[in-house]
C-alpha cells in the first residue's frame, strides 16, 4: 500500500500542494506504521516527492504557485487560489521535511553514524527546513502586524491567513518565543472578529479577503468579492483546531 501510494503521488499528482500534503502524509504513515529497516526502502521515494513540489523560481526554497496559473493551495481549501510564494504549504513542507530528517536520524543514530547515506540525507533535509525557515520569515513575515502574510509575489500579498499564522505557532521550533507570542497577541487583540461559537475564519474579517475562487470548472473566477463572509472566504470554521487551540494553548490555557 505504501508503494502504491507513494506512486501516486509522485506519479500523477502537478499540484505542488497536494504534493507537498500528501508527503506529509505518507511521512506519518511510514512513521508510525513501519520499523526503521523498512525505512530504508521507502526513503529515496519519500525525498523525491518532497523534490516534486513547485518551488520558488527566486530560489528562497518556499512552495509557489505560477502567477499566471495559480493553483487551488493547500489549508483546507476547496475553492480559494493563492498565487506567489505560499505560506501555509510551505509550511507543511517544513514539517515534512523535518519528519524526513528525524527519521534519518533515527537510522543514523541506530547504526552508530555508520550509514552514511542516511548521514547525507539528514545533512539536505536540516539544510532545506533551515532555508525554508528562514525564507518564510524574510519574505513573509509583516513586522507592522507581527503576523505572517498569505503569499507574496500575487494577489493575496496583503491577506494575513489566520490558520496559516497558528500553525506556524503550532509547529515545534519553527518560531522564536517573540515570534509565537506576537502571533498569540495578534490572535487574542481579533478573537470577536475571528471566532464565532468556537469556530475560526481564516481571514481577518470582511476588509480582508481571498480575490480569486474557483467558481466552475472551466477556471478561476474573478467574482471573489461575492463570496466574502462565506464558505471558505471569510467563512467560519473547526477544521483547524486540531493546530489552533494547541497554539493558543501554549500562551493561555483557558
Given at each position: 500500500?505504501?508503494r ?8 500523477y499528482?502537478n ?10 502524509s ?6 508510525f ?9 521507502w ?7 518532497l ?7 527566486e530560489g ?8 499566471s496559473?495559480p ?9 480559494i487560489v493563492k498565487?506567489g510564494?505560499?505560506l501555509?504549504?510551505?509550511l ?7 519528519l ?17 547515506e542516511m548521514v ?12 525554508i ?7 513573509l513575515?509583516n513586522d507592522?502586524?507581527?503576523?505572517f502574510m ?9 491577506v ?7 500553525l ?8 522564536t ?6 502571533i ?15 469556530q475560526?475564519?481564516e481571514t ?15 477556471g ?15 467563512g467560519?470554521w ?12 501554549i500562551?493561555?490555557?483557558?
Amino acid at each position: 500500500p505504501v508503494r502504491i501510494f507513494v506512486f501516486f503521488i509522485f506519479t500523477y499528482v502537478n499540484n505542488p500542494q497536494i504534493i507537498s500534503i500528501c508527503t506529509f502524509s505518507s511521512l506519518f504513515l511510514i512513521f508510525f506504521c513501519c520499523p526503521p529497516f523498512s525505512f530504508l526502502r521507502w526513503a529515496s521515494a519519500l525525498e523525491r516527492s518532497l523534490n516534486a513540489t513547485t518551488l520558488d523560481p527566486e530560489g528562497s526554497g518556499l512552495l509557489w504557485s505560477n502567477v499566471s496559473r495559480p493553483m487551488i493551495g493547500y489549508g483546507f481549501q476547496d475553492t480559494i487560489v493563492k498565487s506567489g510564494v505560499v505560506l501555509y504549504s510551505s509550511l507543511l513542507h517544513w514539517n515534512a521535511t523535518m519528519l524526513l530528517g528525524n527519521m534519518a536520524r533515527s537510522v543514523v543514530d541506530d547504526d552508530d553514524g555508520e550509514n552514511n547515506e542516511m548521514v547525507a540525507l539528514v545533512k539536505r533535509m536540516e539544510k532545506r527546513a533551515e532555508q525554508i525557515r528562514a525564507s518564510t520569515k524574510s519574505l513573509l513575515w509583516n513586522d507592522t502586524a507581527g503576523v505572517f502574510m498569505a503569499s507574496r509575489g500575487g494577489k493575496e500579498e496583503h491577506v494575513i491567513d489566520v490558520w496559516g499564522n497558528a500553525l506556524a505557532g503550532a509547529l515545534p521550533g519553527f518560531l522564536t518565543a517573540s515570534e509565537s507570542k506576537s502571533i498569540f497577541v495578534w490572535f487574542r487583540e481579533r478573537k470577536t472578529d475571528l471566532f464565532y461559537e468556537g469556530q475560526i475564519r481564516e481571514t481577518p474579517s470582511s476588509t480582508q479577503h481571498w480575490e480569486s475562487v474557483w467558481v466552475n470548472e472551466k477556471g478561476v473566477g474573478e467574482a471573489a468579492g461575492a463570496t466574502v463572509q462565506r464558505y471558505q472566504n471569510g467563512g467560519f470554521w473547526a477544521t483547524p483546531h486540531h493546530h489552533v487551540l494547541p497554539f493558543l494553548a501554549i500562551h493561555d490555557k483557558e
